[in-house]
């Protein structure tokens, strides 16, 4: 695994999934890691215990995306627990498939997105940046999280939402590297169909699709996009910036996909 033996690391939304994976590699590569989550504070409590465990540093922090207030109070508090940070993973986002939010409205779930998952990414991406960059640490990175097929699209309620939200991450986080750059690296891992809560329940129908759409024909797991997100913020990924790197096992062309239930 990458060395990040000395680094301080940040992962939104690392309670569960995802973002729980990254913060358990970012740490097993050597890192201390600030763990945060918006409700689920047993599931970050957790994953600190879990990294303590291990004999790795881990402090929890919680704030709720949806404040812009709240998102600077927490760069600020994040900052402050080691006294810096090498490298931020923007993995938070708001769960509009799985928990209550299913419910809202497409215009109430496309409004929440927005918040938690683009606001706060380019928000909260722009000053930390500009605190990388006053640190003056070598190595310093920023990670934000997109979607593999948000540039070509999906069909559905669904496909609208991330395509749109995703697209604007991804855009914004291209130019960021522009503007950070040489200081601070930013690049994007654009996960594919990956089996965190939403795919644990889906039907035959979405699970013969994942499969179908990747060359590797199988699910993603948490831990193949935390093994990425671990080698876009270390030492061996120096020269690489700007850059969307796709974890999805090969998106799959060719394929004609069923219409999901």
Same mark, same amino acid.
């Given at each position: 695994?990458?060395?990040?033996?000395?680094?301080?690391?940040?992962?939104?939304?690392?309670?569960?999934?995802?973002?729980?994976?990254?913060?358990?590699?970012?740490?097993?590569?050597?890192?201390?890691?600030?763990?945060?989550?918006? /409700?689920?504070?047993?599931?970050?409590?957790?994953?600190?215990?879990?990294?303590?465990?291990?004999?790795?540093?881990?402090?929890?922090?919680?704030?709720?995306?949806?404040?812009?207030?709240?998102?600077?109070?927490?760069?600020?508090?994040?900052?402050?627990?080691?006294?810096?940070?090498?490298?931020?993973?923007?993995?938070?986002?708001?769960?509009? $498939?799985?928990?209550?939010? /299913?419910?809202?409205?497409?215009?109430? /779930? $496309?409004? $929440?997105?927005?918040?938690?998952?683009?606001?706060?990414?380019?928000? $909260?991406?722009?000053?930390?940046?500009?605190?990388?960059?006053?640190?003056?640490?070598?190595?310093?990175?920023?990670?934000?999280?997109?979607?593999?097929?948000?540039?070509?699209?999906?069909?559905?309620?669904?496909?609208?939402?991330?395509?749109?939200?995703?697209?604007?991450?991804?855009?914004?986080?291209?130019?960021?590297?522009?503007?950070?750059?040489?200081?601070?690296?930013?690049?994007?891992?654009?996960?594919?169909?990956?089996?965190?809560?939403?795919?644990?329940?889906?039907?035959?129908?979405?699970?013969?699709?994942?499969?179908?759409?990747?060359?590797?024909?199988?699910?993603?797991?948490?831990?193949?996009?935390?093994?990425?997100?671990?080698?876009?913020?270390?030492?061996?990924?120096?020269?690489?910036?700007?850059?969307?790197?796709?974890?999805?096992?090969?998106?799959?062309?060719?394929?004609?996909?069923?219409?999901?239930?």
């Amino acid at each position: 695994m990458p060395d990040l033996t000395g680094k301080i690391a940040v992962v939104t939304g690392s309670s569960s999934g995802i973002g729980r994976a990254t913060a358990l590699r970012l740490a097993a590569c050597g890192a201390s890691v600030v763990v945060h989550a918006a /409700k689920n504070r047993s599931g970050a409590s957790e994953v600190c215990d879990e990294i303590r465990r291990l004999g790795g540093n881990a402090e929890a922090i919680f704030c709720d995306f949806r404040d812009a207030a709240d998102r600077l109070r927490f760069v600020e508090a994040a900052w402050n627990v080691w006294g810096g940070v090498d490298c931020w993973v923007n993995n938070a986002g708001a769960d509009v $498939l799985t928990g209550a939010d /299913k419910e809202l409205s497409f215009a109430d /779930k $496309l409004k $929440l997105l927005w918040q938690v998952d683009v606001e706060s990414t380019i928000e $909260l991406s722009r000053e930390v940046g500009r605190r990388m960059i006053d640190q003056q640490r070598a190595g310093a990175a920023i990670v934000n999280i997109g979607w593999d097929q948000s540039e070509r699209g999906m069909e559905g309620e669904s496909g609208e939402m991330f395509a749109a939200t995703k697209s604007a991450i991804t855009a914004f986080s291209r130019s960021l590297a522009r503007s950070l750059a040489p200081q601070v690296r930013v690049n994007v891992v654009a996960p594919g169909w990956i089996k965190t809560s939403w795919g644990e329940t889906a039907s035959d129908v979405w699970s013969r699709r994942a499969i179908a759409e990747s060359l590797l024909q199988r699910w993603g797991t948490p831990d193949d996009v935390a093994a990425a997100i671990a080698f876009l913020v270390s030492p061996e990924s120096a020269f690489i910036t700007g850059h969307v790197l796709p974890v999805n096992g090969g998106l799959n062309h060719s394929h004609l996909p069923e219409r999901g239930q």
